[in-house]
């Protein structure tokens, strides 16, 4: 017999999701925008907590982190050269 074995509860489990820390690049994709991880969820803590890479309004994203992706760059490392 061939095929692919396993547990089918396993296909009700959601998909692994990227777990943002402190310092990240991330996008959030429920906005579409890219912002630097600035708290995450913890004790007093019920979200994660973004901030464009220049700085400017904070926003938040569920706990869960299942609107974050990660970012290229890095706010202190800019991608490519513009010209």
């Given amino acids: 017999m061939s095929g692919r074995r ?3 509860a396993d296909a009700n489990e959601p998909a692994p999701t990227w777990a943002a820390r ?6 959030d994709t429920t906005t579409g925008v890219v912002g ?3 708290d ?3 004790e007093g803590v019920y979200s994660y907590h973004l901030r464009p890479p220049g700085g400017g309004k904070e926003w938040t994203a ?3 982190g299942s609107t974050l992706l990660p970012a290229h ?3 202190a490392e800019p991608e490519g050269d513009p010209d």
């Fill in 73 to 75: 760059g890095s706010p």
């Fill in 6 to 8: 396993g547990n089918p």
């Fill in 62 to 64: 569920p706990r869960d």
């Fill in 22 to 27: 402190l310092g990240d690049l991330a996008q």
């Fill in 36 to 38: 630097v991880v600035v």
């Fill in 40 to 42: 995450i969820p913890g």
